[in-house]
């Protein structure tokens, strides 16, 4: 596999810092794990930037199946470090500014990033999930949660509104009036109620095993299919019925004229040699 560790931006071989992200790559899957666990992996500045970067790195590696996304230590994220963006007013610039309104900043790509994955997200939750941490968590494809987590929009507790781009999943997978509550209140809610709002995916008393499971799962489907139904979904779900239709048979078209599909249907009529001679995905 390509075992690495993901350096924040600027990062150079004189500052000895902790180093945010760990990415380990095996068997097609890529594990991703916040890595700040004595700070139980809150969001500092370079925390932001290393997510990015990981995000980058990945999208350019085609071999990749899936991404599972945990956090070191005792929990996932308990969210933004507050004391130290704020009292950092040139990183709170850097998080927020954006060259167009309706493009995704460096604050908002940590959630929109995992979105715009052309392989499946897996996220596996444990321990405090908190406000930029959950935000990160929804940008996810699945989400497999301890029963036990704790999870809240936490930022209504700062005087502030969510504003890291988890609001996009959180108007598909739950109602408007939990959505508002839960960002207006602060609420801290267990697994088992994440699962009652949409918010979880299934409930996993070992989330990282469960999210393995998963990936593995996915490795033994055509690349084609998985990608393409995610980007059917994502781009999909709320709109008009003919463009669904339209990108229905767009996909399946571009599907049915690559090999990836044919090793597919030797596999299930288990004709598997004759069809992977052909090419394995």
């Known amino acids: 596999g390509d075992h690495g560790i993901l350096k924040p931006a600027g990062y150079g071989n004189r500052v000895e810092m902790p180093q945010r992200i760990q990415l380990n790559i095996e068997d097609r899957v890529a594990h991703v794990v916040l890595n700040r666990p004595d700070k139980h992996n809150a969001l500092d500045f370079p925390m932001f930037e290393a997510i ?20 070191a230590g005792v929990d996932f994220s308990s969210g933004l470090d507050v ?18 309104p309706w493009r995704a900043n460096l604050a908002q790509v940590v959630s929109t ?37 704790s999870l809240s929009v936490m930022e209504g507790k700062w005087g502030l509104i969510p504003d890291m781009g988890g609001n996009l999943a959180l108007r598909e997978l739950t109602g408007r009036d939990h959505a508002m509550w839960l960002s207006m209140s602060a609420q801290v809610f267990d697994g088992t109620h994440a699962l009652e709002l949409g918010l979880a995916t299934a409930l996993a008393d070992d989330p990282l095993a469960g999210a393995r499971a998963m990936a593995s799962e996915l490795c033994n489907r055509s690349p084609d299919t998985v990608a393409a139904v995610k980007r059917l979904y994502r ?38 040699r004759k069809f992977e001679n052909r090419g394995r995905w």
């Open 52 to 71: 990015e970067s990981v995000q980058k790195k990945l999208s350019r590696k085609r071999e990749i199946r899936a991404v599972i996304l945990s956090g």
């Open 83 to 100: 004391k130290s963006i704020m009292k950092d007013r040139k990183a709170m610039r850097k998080l927020l500014w954006k060259w167009l």
């Open 113 to 149: 990033g995992w979105r715009d994955m052309p392989v499946p997200v897996i996220a596996a939750l444990h321990g405090r999930c908190w406000g930029g941490g959950l935000q990160i968590a929804l940008g996810a494809d699945f989400r497999l949660v301890e029963p036990g987590a």
């Open 235 to 272: 781009k999909s779900w709320n709109s008009r019925p003919g463009l669904v239709l339209a990108r229905e048979s767009a996909y399946q078209v571009k599907i049915i004229a690559g090999k990836n599909q044919r090793i597919a249907v030797g596999r299930e009529l288990g004709n598997q």
